[in-house]
């Protein structure tokens, strides 16, 4: 992309995303293109841009590990600076404060392309930073609940819990399968124990969707959101 996107570009973007991904769970009709045509009218672009630009939305989706829209599958192809931009927008539109982590995964990702890397340096002192962030209070008894369901078994891969934790129980990590930070409820009927492989993936994996409707599957106390 030549020219650069506007704040104001990108903000409407982000916008139009967001409003699709509430009319999707919500089962709401929607028509995507209309979105993109409102757009392309509005700051003079073509609607395939606009298409584009929703693609490089859901990629940042993906690094937030976050779900994205059906249809709109992630485009990899966006620079740190407007994916870092992106993710600022997502949490202001939605009202979050959250740590920033895409333009350091992308960062990453970029130069693990290159071959033969030279061993860096490192820091010896990182410097840190105090930030505010959004939290969601969540209920103990569900966690504890849920993982009394799953026996010390992963419920995704059904394997036992790889270790122990520090209690002496099968370690597992609890889970929003429609997740907080998507609108999901902090209730037993949204939330699997998994083991830190599955959690990983049901939220890093390129198959995250397909994995998320095989919980829903399998487990029949599990209610779509
Ligand atoms: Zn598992
Ligand atoms: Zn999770």
């Known amino acids: ?8 570009e990108l903000l409407a973007s982000v916008q139009a995303y967001i409003d699709m991904q509430r009319k999707e ?10 979105y993109y045509e409102d757009l ?3 700051f003079g672009r ?3 841009a606009f298409e584009y630009r929703m693609q490089n939305i859901s990629y940042v989706m993906t690094l937030l590990g976050r779900d994205w829209l ?3 599958k992630p485009a990899k192809n966006v620079g740190a600076n407007v994916a870092e931009e992106i993710e600022a927008l997502i949490a202001e539109v939605e009202g979050q404060k959250l ?3 895409v333009a350091f995964e992308i960062e990453a990702r970029e130069e693990g392309k290159r071959k033969n890397l030279a061993r860096p340096g490192g820091t010896q002192n990182p410097h840190s930073a105090l930030s505010t962030v959004t939290l969601y209070k969540r209920d103990a008894a569900v966690v504890a609940w849920v993982k009394q369901q ?15 934790g520090s209690d002496g129980q099968p370690y597992l990590e609890v889970h929003h399968v429609r997740r907080l930070a998507d609108g999901g409820s902090d209730t037993v009927s949204n939330a699997v124990g998994l083991c830190p492989n599955c ?3 049901l939220h890093y994996s390129e198959n995250a969707k397909g994995l998320v409707s095989k919980l829903y599957d399998r487990i029949p106390r599990l209610v779509r959101e």
């Open 40 to 42: 392309a009218n509005r």
């Open 25 to 34: 769970r919500q089962g709401l009709p929607f028509t995507k293109k209309r």
């Open 70 to 72: 059906t249809g709109l």
């Open 199 to 201: 959690h990983r993936a």
């Open 1 to 8: 992309m030549s020219d650069s996107w506007s704040k104001e």
């Open 150 to 164: 799953a026996h010390g078994k992963c419920e995704c891969c059904g394997l036992p819990a790889p270790f122990n």
């Open 99 to 101: 740590v920033p982590v």
């Open 46 to 48: 073509t609607t395939k």
